[in-house]
């Protein structure tokens, strides 16, 4: 999990545990709607669609940054 603070001074965890090995996946599939893509990211945020649509471009691109370290980190040894 990563903590984003967005421009407005909320801070959001961005939490990859949120999606499914399939929601991640289609995230990487330019075939893959738009619609489906902002459900996707908006359960990573823990946000409404419409609250990560109104996001400034910058915010949107912290909350992807946070995503993909996020998806990079090792997993703890033990998941309990």
Do not use: C, H, W
């Not at 603070?5 to 965890?13: A, M, P, V, W």
């Not at 109104?54 to 990079?72: E, F, G, N, V, W």
């Amino acid at each position: 999990m990563q903590t984003v603070k967005l421009s407005n001074g909320r801070e959001i965890t961005v939490d990859i545990g949120r999606i499914s090995v399939r929601e991640y996946r289609a995230l990487f599939n330019p075939e893959q709607k738009q619609d489906d893509e902002d459900s996707t990211l908006a359960k990573v945020a823990g946000l409404a669609v419409d609250e990560l649509l109104d996001l400034s471009q910058p915010d949107y691109r912290r909350i992807i940054t946070a995503m993909l370290a996020d998806a990079k980190q090792p997993l703890d040894a033990d998941p309990s």
